[in-house]
């Protein structure tokens, strides 16, 4: 009995999920006959099922939605309120086959409600013959034939089964014939029937509608049919009472044996348990054989070759073919997505069609199973949030019906879904805000970043854009859920989104799990697997080639197609470092495998290149599973094991220093000073002295080295054309060597579209390191000297050599929009204090600065003072930042003053304190545009600040 | 089974083993094979006591150095070690030792409990000590050898 009843389950779960998709496209397209047939014979199997296996619950429901399908059938006015009754239903079934799974009994419950509703809308339906033969009971023992009976006057339509039909299923056609032919309740044979039972008891398989035995043909003429004719051999005692219900459902089993070969292709189900033992073998095999013929390979003439060769074709095929077995079409996974979202449409009030593109795109059960509750997340993000309602739809101009398009194709070895929407699309500066206001990232790091990156943000953790909590999705897990889910099968996502137009997530996975294409590199003598899914192109690095390898300090860099590219040597990764050092020639050429993972690219960088190979992933032992870097081992055609890299891992070995700077290398140099506390990025260089000189990396936007041919000379001034315009050089001092052959070093400062080299004599390191002033200058050009990486370093004002690129590099900001407001600057370091003195006073402000908290709140406090906001540091001594804020805000008079607030962190608790205390806005250190940016939010609404180029 | 019954008695046969100086005692129960470690795979980040991964008949074997892991000196270059083959929950190890010895069946009475002063590296994955002829035969458990992943995770 629970063999029957766990098949019963299976199979009515499938009936119903058919059931789902059929019936949206029914309501759609309500003359459509054949849908409308297909429907009804599969809830009428599942009402016959739960008869005979005595559910009473579950039959009384399935009697009336099928009550109220038959009036459609016959011609009743389909309404959307009844196919959504019948929905409902259907969920109700499901709830209690959950149940029914869970405990092996039917819950207590009253589905009354429901059953009133259906009744009452059949009522209302016109009723012809149908109805009165379909009003039988729920406790009828044979409900069946009589309903069948009463729609027997209609000719027979045409049955439409979706899939194929299975050996020992009966088509729908035969099915109907068998019902229509039954014999009436009281003609049933028990001992046939008990025969029957017996028969599907036995095998454990078969399923008791007769409508998808997995017994095959044969064994159903062999076995089934004899048994009806026959006397039983051995009745089932325990169920005489079960075996009188389902005697005419027998009929249709036998029909369908007596029909002949109903099916076409032949299927019989297998334990998964088997297939997955069947494939661990054959990958194995396929490592014999990928040895057999490393071997062959070394023997020119070898008597074993040709044998060999049918073996390794012999075994590819079998590889395939096992393969295959596991392959199931992605429109598996899509089943539920139609009834979703219709669901969805009729709660939201929007009109949606689904698209769905590619169904038939076959992968791995495996990984089928776990895509599958991202993507049916994800299309429920896009009804709910991608698409706007109807209303909105027709004011953007676009069709009322809003589309959600589902794709899937076969790229590789890999297999890519796109899920895109043609609704609103991601807005980034509504993101932004969320982003400041969650405290992922500060505004000034948000300006830096491209409108890509930003949108990514929504994969990050806890991130979601539901502007309001609705019950369709924004609870707060979303998309970085996803994200983490098609992470673990060692897929990647990304997104495409254009405001107004639309947003399309591309998913891209791998096919299967077990075997994987992978690129096989050598580092340091050793061999590694790098999965192929990452890697988006090979370089190789020559020294004096277009792509070679370049160095700031010991940060390698490639220049590739005008990006920079990070790279991550393989060695420092793995720790390999310790071999021969890599002589000065290595050091710039290497191959370098670009690698992506998820919007990340970076280059790693190795030794050596092999090939591809189809890999066997193992897993590791568990004595390495805490190594990140690996995923898994493998063993070669030559017998030897290698460790299979792990792109995820990589990222995160890096994300602590590269990561961040990566991003943002191509467009502005931002290196995470501000993740640090107390430290700062300097970039220590030489400049006419061998004294080393140092300037935050934050305010330089890159390090080039310019060809020296390619300086000009006009109007009394260096000039070199740099990325398609004019950029005037300043040398650092009279006594920077001016270089005569090969490229002149110099630092590259960008702001508001303009850019300025300033010319140096060599760059010595990147370092971090506590920035203080001891000793301040009187000297022009230089803040005074700090002691860095424990050697004496003058600090290079920045601000003194930008007006001598573009005269009005401060001033051109517009100044007679702030003329007259007054700024209270609080900071603590002098250095700071120097280098905003200049930016604030030539954008106009007029300013008093104080060196704490305490002393500020003095100026402030004082009678007469009047100040329009107030820019102050947080770590300050005798009163902080914080303190400050809040004793400027407790203070009656001063409540309203705006307090901007300098920082070095950007953690969020830090942020959401700042906030509590009353400052207005936060901006990092060093960022000037920011921080004037900011100024000018005071004044203004806020302003969507364009990016500088 | 080799457990049997003699002069009531349980006695346990062992596979000795050469690491270093020491004369060690595996139960034979426990050794899968002996084979000659070839084409051995070091796998970075691992701990040191790991010697690397390796092919045995299509099996991917972690092999664990014993000498390292009871703290005795690295072996000379000349000399190849031997690998002891384990299973241990579903997974293969080879134990990395220098020389595999004869099969000793003794009584389970016979073997004494470590001394105090056992150094703690080995008396965590020592059973006891059996005093043999002018030698003694300090008795390995497999599954506290392979316990440091533990400790790993501790750390």
Sequence with gaps: ?949 | MSEESVNDTQTREYITVRIGPQLFGLQILDVHDVFNPENMTPVPMSRPELAGVLNLRGRIVTAIDMRRRLGLGDRDDDTSPMAVGIDHSGESYGLLIDEVGEVLSLADNSIEANPANLDPRWAEVSLGVQRLDGRLLVILDVSKILRFAGEALAA
């Excluded at chain 1, 035995?213 to 005489?240: H, L, N, R």
């Excluded at chain 1, 990156?453 to 019950?471: D, E, L």
């Excluded at chain 1, 990589?650 to 000073?673: F, L, M, N, P, Y």
């Excluded at chain 1, 007679?816 to 370091?829: A, E, P, Q």
Aim: glycine share 8%.
């Design chain 1, 1 to 949: 009995m629970d063999d029957l009843l766990s098949e019963f389950l299976t199979e009515t779960h499938e009936s119903l999920d058919v059931v789902d998709v059929q019936l949206v496209q029914f309501e759609a397209d309500p003359n459509d006959a054949s849908i409308l047939d297909n429907v009804f014979r599969l809830v009428h199997t599942i009402k016959g099922t739960c008869g005979f296996l005595g559910l009473p619950r579950l039959e009384a429901l399935a009697h009336s939605g099928e009550t109220l399908m038959g009036k459609y059938r016959d011609g009743a006015p389909v309404t959307k309120s009844g196919v959504s009754l019948i929905l409902k239903s259907i969920d109700r079934i499901k709830d209690i086959l959950g149940d029914l799974a869970a405990t092996g009994t039917e819950p207590e419950g009253s589905d009354e409600d429901l059953i009133s509703a259906l009744d009452e809308i059949s009522a209302q339906a016109d009723t012809g013959g149908a109805a009165a033969a379909e009003d039988v009971t729920a406790d009828d023992a044979a409900p069946q034939p009589e309903a069948a009976g009463g729609g027997d006057e209609e000719p027979l339509p045409l049955q439409i089964v979706e899939r194929e039909l299975k050996p020992g299923e009966v088509s729908l056609d035969d099915l109907e014939r068998a019902f229509q032919e039954a014999d009436g309740p009281g003609e049933f044979e028990v001992p046939d029937a008990a025969a029957w039972v017996n028969e599907i008891s036995n095998e454990g398989e078969g399923s008791p509608d007769g409508a998808d035995t997995d017994a095959d043909v044969a064994a159903k003429d062999d076995a089934v049919s004899p048994a009806a004719e026959a006397p039983p051999p051995a009745s089932e005692p325990a169920k005489p009472e079960k075996a009188a219900k389902p005697a005419p459902q027998k009929k249709p089993a036998e029909e369908g044996a007596r029909n002949e070969p109903v099916a076409t292709t032949q299927s019989i189900r297998v334990n998964v348990d088997t297939l997955e033992h069947l494939i661990t073998m054959v990958s194995e095999l396929v490592l014999t054989r990928n040895q057999l013929l490393e071997i062959a390979r070394r023997h020119e003439e070898s008597e074993f070759k040709v044998p060999l060769q049918r073996l390794s074709n012999v075994t590819a095929e079998l590889q395939e073919g096992v393969m295959k077995t596991r392959m199931q079409p992605i429109g598996n996974a899509w089943q539920k997505l139609p009834r979703i979202v219709r669901d969805l449409a009729n709660e939201l009030g929007k009109d949606i069609e689904l698209e769905m593109i590619g169904a038939e795109t076959e992968l791995d059960r495996q990984v089928l199973e776990l895509i599958k509750d991202p993507l049916t997340h994800m299309v429920r993000n896009s009804a709910d949030h991608g698409l706007e309602d109807s209303a909105g739809r027709e004011a953007a101009g676009k069709s009322k019906k809003g589309i959600i398009r589902l794709s899937a194709y076969h790229e590789g070895g890999h297999i890519n879904i796109e899920i895109a929407d043609d609704g609103r699309g991601i807005n980034a500066e509504k993101l932004k805000s969320k982003i400041v206001e969650k405290g992922l990232a500060s505004e000034v790091e948000l300006d830096k970043m491209t409108e890509a990156q930003i949108q990514r943000f929504i994969f990050h953790p806890g991130f979601s854009m539901a502007a309001k909590v609705t019950n369709v999705s924004g609870r707060g897990v979303g998309m970085d859920v996803v994200k983490t889910n098609i992470d673990l099968i060692g897929g990647s996502i990304d997104l495409k989104s254009v405001l107004g137009e639309g947003t399309t997530f591309v998913i891209k996975i791998p096919l299967t799990l077990a075997i994987v294409s992978a690129l096989i590199v050598e580092c340091a003598g050793q061999r590694f697997a790098i999965p192929q899914l990452a890697v988006v192109e090979l370089v190789r690095a020559q020294a004096n080639s277009e792509h070679r390898i370049e160095r700031i300090k010991d940060t390698p860099v490639l220049r590739l197609r005008n990006k920079l590219l990070p790279l991550v040597g393989m060695r420092a990764i793995l720790g390999l470092a310790d071999g021969a050092e890599p002589s000065e020639e290595d050091a710039e050429t290497g191959f370098i495998v670009v690698t992506r993972v998820g919007g990340q690219t970076f280059g790693i960088v190795v030794d050596g290149v092999f090939h591809t190979e189809e890999i066997v992933v193992k897993p590791m032992s568990s004595l390495l599973r805490d190594i990140t870097v690996f995923s898994g081992n493998t063993i070669l055609g030559d017998g030897s094991v290698i460790m299979i890299i792990d792109p995820n891992g990589i990222t995160r070995a890096i994300s602590a220093d590269i990561a961040t700077e990566v991003e943002e290398h191509d467009g502005k140099a931002d290196v995470d000073a501000r993740d640090r506390e107390d430290t700062t990025a300097l970039l220590v260089f030489r400049a006419g002295s061998e004294d080393p000189k140092a300037v935050p990396l934050s305010l330089v936007t890159r390090l080039e080295e310019i060809d020296i041919t390619k300086i000009e000379r006009a109007d009394g001034r260096d000039l070199v054309q740099y990325r398609g315009q004019l950029m005037p050089l300043v040398f650092l001092n009279d006594e920077v060597e001016r270089r005569e052959a090969g490229g002149q070093p110099m630092l590259v400062f960008s702001d508001m579209g303009r850019s300025m080299g300033l010319a140096i004599d060599e760059i010595v390191d990147i370092v971090e390191d506590r920035l203080a002033i001891e000793v301040s200058s009187a000297k022009p050009g230089i803040v005074g000297t700090s002691v860095i990486k424990e050697r004496a370093t003058e600090v290079v004002d920045v601000a003194h050599y930008l007006p001598m690129a573009f005269p009005d590099w401060f001033t051109r900001k517009d100044p007679g929009l702030h003329k007259g407001n007054r700024i209270l600057l609080v900071d603590d370091s002098p250095f700071f204090r120097e280098m905003l003195e200049p930016v604030l006073r030539s954008a106009g402000y007029d300013l008093v600065i104080c060196d704490n908290g305490r002393t500020a709140l003095n100026e402030l406090e004082r009678e007469g003072a009047a100040f329009d906001a107030v820019i102050s540091d947080i770590e300050m001594p005798e009163m902080d930042g914080f303190r400050l804020a809040e004793s400027i805000n407790a203070h009656p008079r001063l409540r309203d003053l705006p307090i901007v607030a300098l920082s070095s962190h950007t953690d969020r608790e830090y942020i959401e304190r700042g906030r509590r205390a009353g400052f207005y806005d936060f901006v990092a250190k060093f960022d000037r545009q920011g921080l004037l940016a900011a100024l000018d939010d005071l004044k203004d609404e806020p302003v969507i600040r364009e990016q500088a180029a």
